[in-house]
Every structure is written in C-alpha cells, then in structure tokens.
C-alpha cells in the first residue's frame, strides 16, 4: 500500500470543491450532503464547510461527531486519471465569528447574504483521523 503526505493530499483537493459529508442521522442510518470547500482548500488534515443551525447535518453531528468526506477530483496524484479522496474524521460545530472570518471567502456572500453576521450560520470542522486515496489501481494511505 502506498503511502503519500498531507502536502500530497492538499494538492490534488484543491481542484476540488465539492466534498460529500456524510454523516448518522437520527435512525442511524448514513445520510450524505455536499458541501463546498469554498475555496478554503489548503489542506492539513482539517476540512471547513459553513451552514445553517437549521440543518440536518448539524443535529445529525452533535448525536455523532464521527463523519466521513469523500472527494472525486479528474487528476490523479501518481497518473494523471481520476482521484477518490475518502477523509474519515470527527466533526466539530463552531459558532465563533472569528473563527468564521478566518475561513470566509468572497464567493460565500452568494449563499450568506450577511457575511459573518448571517444569523444561525455555523461552521463545520472535520478533524481527519484517516485518509485513503484510489488513483487508477493504486490505493493507500496519507501520512497523518
């Protein structure tokens, strides 16, 4: 199995924006979202997604913090063909408007109107605890 750095990982997500959160609903049953990078893609093994208190995710997460990411991107990290990012993690729910300026980026005023001061607006952290790739038969692991 190969093994490839975080740095390795953060390059080939930052093509990416749309990442899968998956997540335990309330009958335990997997539910799956897509959420936007939004262009905070310099990857060190946390992820960052902003939404509504009123989500599902968000009560889904505060039952169980254990989520799962997974990403598809058209470039390969060893052959040029697709990659599949599966980014096993636990989800942390922040509600500090500081926190929310250092991920804010300009393209998140089409979906929050009010910037950082959006009401009910909470941001995700997913911290990775394990990180597998699939690269055109080649499969491992990243380097935490």
């Given at each position: 199995?190969?093994?490839?750095?975080?740095?390795?990982?953060?390059?080939?997500?930052?093509?990416?924006?749309?990442?899968?959160?998956?997540?335990?609903s309330e009958n335990g049953e997997?539910?799956?979202?897509p959420m936007s990078n939004n262009g905070d893609v310099k990857y060190n093994?946390?992820?960052?997604?902003?939404?509504?208190e009123e989500a599902l995710c968000?009560?889904?997460?505060?039952?169980?913090?254990?989520?799962?990411?997974?990403?598809?991107?058209?470039?390969?990290?060893f052959t040029g063909?697709?990659?599949y990012i599966a980014v096993e993690g636990l989800a942390e729910l922040?509600?500090?408007?500081a926190a929310f300026q250092q991920h804010w980026t300009p393209d998140l005023d089409s979906w929050f109107d009010q910037g950082v001061e959006t009401p009910n607006l909470v941001l995700i952290k997913v911290k990775a605890k394990r990180i597998k790739f699939w690269d055109h038969g080649d499969e491992g692991e990243a380097v935490l």
């Open positions: 199995m190969k093994r490839i750095s975080i740095s390795e990982v953060s390059e080939k997500m930052s093509g990416i924006d749309i990442a899968i959160l998956s997540t335990h997997i539910a799956n979202r093994g946390d992820s960052y997604f902003f939404t509504y968000i009560s889904d997460i505060e039952r169980d913090p254990k989520v799962a990411l997974s990403y598809s991107g058209k470039t390969g990290i063909t697709g990659v922040i509600r500090d408007k």
